[in-house]
T-cell receptor, first 114, second 110 residues
Framework: KAGVTQTPRYLIKTRGQQVTLSCSPISGHRSVSWYQQTPGQGLQFLFEYFSETQRNKGNFPGRFSGRQFSNSRSEMNVSTLELGDSALYLC?????????????FGNGTRLTVT | KNEVEQSPQNLTAQEGEFITINCSYSVGISALHWLQQHPGGGIVSLFMLSSGKKKHGRLIATINIQEKHSSLHITASHPRDSAVYICAVVSGGGADGLTFGKGTHLIIQP
C-alpha cells in the first residue's frame, strides 16, 4: 500500500509570493491534517480536513488555508509569504479523525522563503 | 488551551537500558499519540491511546486519564531507537486539533 505522498519535497519562494503544497493520503483514508515544524516552535497543528470539510484550525493567520477534494487529496496554500513561514510542512492521513485513528505522516515539504 | 509537557528533554543511555519518557497535559483529552521522528524528518506513529496500556514489540505506552499523564517505555533499548519522541494530545473531541509536546531527544549508545 502506498504511503502518504507530499509534493514538492523542496520549495524556494520569495517574500510576498504564494505557494501551494499537495498531499495524497493513503488509499481509503478520509482525514488529512497539516502541520508546521520549525526548530524554534517544534510541531504545530495547522488544520484537519475530513470528508472535504475543515474540522478545526490551529492558531495560524488567515494566510494559511487548505482544501480537500472528493478523492481525499488535500492542498495547503500560504499567501503573501513571510520569512517566518520557512519550515517543514507535514501532512498526515488517517482512516478516521485523529481522535479515533493513528496518523500516517508524509515526508514533508521543506519551504524556504527568501 | 492544552499545555503538554514532556520529560526529559534529552536522554542518553546505554544499549540495553530500560527507557521511560513522560508526557503530562493540563486539560482532559480524547486521545494521545506517541510519535517517533528520526533525523531527516520522517515521523512514524507509535501508539494512539485513549485509556490503559498498549504494547508493540519492545515499546509500551500507558496513559492515566485521571492524572493526565502518559509514559512511553522502551525495553532492551538499541542504538536504532535513537530518535526524537513526541507526544501529541487531542482535546475537545478533536475540535481543538492536536497539541504537541516539545519532544524528547533520545540517544542510545552501543
Amino acid at each position: 500500500k502506498a504511503g502518504v505522498t507530499q509534493t514538492p519535497r523542496y520549495l524556494i519562494k520569495t517574500r510576498g509570493q504564494q505557494v501551494t503544497l499537495s498531499c495524497s493520503p493513503i488509499s481509503g483514508h478520509r482525514s488529512v491534517s497539516w502541520y508546521q515544524q520549525t526548530p524554534g516552535q517544534g510541531l504545530q497543528f495547522l488544520f484537519e480536513y475530513f470528508s472535504e470539510t475543515q474540522r478545526n484550525k490551529g492558531n495560524f493567520p488567515g494566510r494559511f488555508s487548505g482544501r480537500q477534494f472528493s478523492n481525499s487529496r488535500s492542498e495547503m496554500n500560504v499567501s503573501t509569504l513571510e520569512l517566518g513561514d520557512s519550515a517543514l510542512y507535514l501532512c498526515a492521513s488517517s482512516l478516521d479523525r485523529f481522535n479515533n485513528s493513528p496518523l500516517h505522516f508524509g515526508n514533508g515539504t521543506r519551504l524556504t522563503v527568501t | 488551551k492544552n499545555e503538554v509537557e514532556q520529560s526529559p528533554q534529552n536522554l542518553t543511555a546505554q544499549e540495553g537500558e530500560f527507557i521511560t519518557i513522560n508526557c503530562s497535559y493540563s486539560v482532559g483529552i480524547s486521545a494521545l499519540h506517541w510519535l517517533q521522528q528520526h533525523p531527516g524528518g520522517g515521523i512514524v506513529s507509535l501508539f494512539m491511546l485513549s485509556s490503559g496500556k498498549k504494547k508493540h514489540g519492545r515499546l509500551i505506552a500507558t496513559i492515566n486519564i485521571q492524572e493526565k499523564h502518559s509514559s512511553l517505555h522502551i525495553t532492551a533499548s538499541h542504538p536504532r531507537d535513537s530518535a526524537v519522541y513526541i507526544c501529541a494530545v487531542v482535546s475537545g473531541g478533536g475540535a481543538d486539533g492536536l497539541t504537541f509536546g516539545k519532544g524528547t531527544h533520545l540517544i542510545i549508545q552501543p
